[in-house]
Nanobody, 127 residues
Framework: QVQLVESGGGLVQAGDSLRLSCAASGRTNMRYATGWFRQAPGKERVFVAGISGSGTRFDYADSVEGRFTVSGDYAKSTVYLQMNSLKPEDSGFYYC????????????????????WGQGTQVTVSS
């Protein structure tokens, strides 16, 4: 079993940057796709970005394309989400999740495709 722990959230101003980390522990020798999701208060959890198990395929929500970058350091069993030019609408709890059951070369955008979730880290962007 793999456990995921997010870190790096905080309170920033619009236009600032943050880098979130998703550290995996446990059976990290497996290859699996990792997704980042955001959940604002009272709203559904939505896909933000994802990276395939090989680290060669990426997917981004339209709202973050060009501003966010997802990457993986498999030696450290960590996936990152670099967030630049942050906007107030980027605020929310950010969760990383691992997809163990499906083809690791693919990145899925639906939360139901992911099997293991971290506890989340809060990002607040003030205007």
């Amino acid at each position: 079993q793999v456990q995921l722990v997010e870190s790096g959230g905080g309170l920033v101003q619009a236009g600032d940057s943050l880098r979130l980390s998703c550290a995996a522990s446990g059976r990290t020798n497996m290859r699996y796709a990792t997704g980042w999701f955001r959940q604002a208060p009272g709203k559904e959890r939505v896909f933000v970005a994802g990276i395939s198990g090989s680290g060669t395929r990426f997917d981004y929500a339209d709202s973050v394309e060009g501003r966010f970058t997802v990457s993986g350091d498999y030696a450290k069993s960590t996936v990152y989400l670099q967030m630049n030019s942050l906007k107030p609408e980027d605020s929310g709890f950010y969760y990383c999740a691992a997809d163990f059951l499906r083809d690791p070369s693919l990145v899925h955008t639906h939360p139901g495709s992911y099997d293991v979730w971290g506890q989340g880290t809060q990002v607040t962007v003030s205007s």
